[in-house]
């Protein structure tokens, strides 16, 4: 079903049709086709354009926040600031976009030669819910300033925001069709990625889901770029400032209800503050305002869907089987809604959920460690390899962790966080390529040599 159900109260506000085989293949041709004319469009024009999309944003901030947050529960600020970081990212390829992609030279002692990047064509986006519009612009900004045109497949609870970002790509003045949303199921997107006008596809999304994505394209011979799930390790040594270390532990495991593939998980505690640790930041978890996520004081609303809900309860459950305990929360709330209850588990065997699954919503696991060389290896324990947070004012410390942790990004003293100027992404079952910054830009380019005498 491609639907808006309010995860607040489980009302249906509005429910839409599939595309049919035919306006499916209506909106294919259409890309082809506007791809034609638009990657001989000038890096002015694409910049003017993409700045306007970021004034578009910016300015209706405050509307595109409120459709987020009543399709899939975001708080009402964040799901603002994630407009108004959509602007960012724009706002930074129209700054460096045309010098990421300017012609390289290259020194072969004879022949004049260069490195060129060329658009190679239409790129199909498949995308989830969790940041309805971060998500999407930070591959459409690079994308479209690259010379690429996108299709979009958003996830099918959030249609009214893959609606709004097609709406406000068509307004900010780029050529029609430069830029489509694919109202389809997940059963339709094999027959786009077969389609030979689509030239690659870029997922975020759930390990299974990137194996088949990745599987199919592979089959076409065309290139990906997956961002998959993460169990980020947040290690807390014993020279970190237990306060703000914990203020901060919080925020990191209830970013988005708990709903982020960069969300701290599995917090691995130095054994001389573990106690120390646990007491404040289980009083932290209890003390959250949860709620209407339209009511400015709630700092967590809703999961995004009761299916959602009842896994994260699923893996809660199997993880208390195996041995976990605890310590606050571990139930869905009563009630309307798929409100979870701040959770924290310690005591969690090894193997168990809590320590091999990514955890979608708030519930934080606790875990001790004896020593730096222990934090270490339990932090690379995991099949996933996104983010790390690194806590420690030992010099020697961060160099250790910044060097040994299996992840794509290392954050010392800070919560791991996206930011349009860096690349992001993962290693290991996290997935492969980047975004955001030059790496992003290029990852659907051509990058031709050439070489003249």
Known sequence: MIATVNPATGETIAA???????????????????YRSYRRTTFADRARWLACAADILENERDRFGRLMTLEMGKP??????????????????????????????????????????????????????NFPFWQVFRFLAPALMAGNVGLLKHSSNVPQCALAI????????????????????????????????????????????????????????????????????FIVMPSAPLD??????????????????????????????????????????????IGDPMDEATQIGPLATRAIRDELDDQVRRSIDAGARVLTGGHPLDGPGNFYAPTVLVDTAAGSPACCEEFFGPVAVILRAAGMDDAIRIA?????????????????????????????MVFVNGMVASDPRLPFGGVKTSGYGRELGAWGIREFVNVKSVAVR
């Not at 010098?99 to 030279?105: G, N, S």
Request: glycine content about 8%; overall charge negative.
């Open 380 to 408: 690379n324990d995991t099949p996933f390899g996104l983010g790390a947070s690194a806590w420690t004012t030992d010099v020697a410390e961060q160099e250790r962790f910044i060097d040994e942790i299996e992840s794509g």
């Open 244 to 289: 703000a270390t914990v203020h901060t532990a919080v925020q990191a495991r209830v970013i988005n209800n708990g709903q982020s593939c960069i969300a701290a998980k599995r917090f691995i505690v130095d054994q001389s503050i573990a106690a120390e640790f646990e007491a404040k930041f289980v009083d932290a978890m209890q003390r959250l305002v």
């Open 76 to 129: 009402i600020e964040a799901a603002r600031q994630e407009a108004a970081k959509c602007a960012l990212a724009c706002r930074y390829y129209v700054e460096h976009g045309e010098r990421l992609l300017a012609d390289e030279p290259v020194e072969l002692g004879g022949p004049r030669a260069f490195i060129r990047y060329q658009p190679i064509g239409p790129v199909l986006a498949v995308m989830p819910w």
């Open 16 to 34: 839409f049709d599939a595309l049919t085989e035919p306006q499916l293949e209506e909106k294919l041709a259409r890309s082809a086709e506007a």
């Open 166 to 233: 097609e709406d406000i790509v068509r307004r900010a003045g780029f050529p029609a069709d430069a830029f489509q949303t694919l109202l389809i199921g997940s059963d339709t997107v094999r027959r786009v990625i077969e389609d030979s006008r689509v030239k690659a596809v870029t997922l975020t999304g759930s390990e299974p889901a990137g194996r088949l994505v990745a599987a199919q394209a592979g089959g076409q011979i065309k290139k990906t770029v997956l961002e998959l799930g993460g169990s980020d390790p």
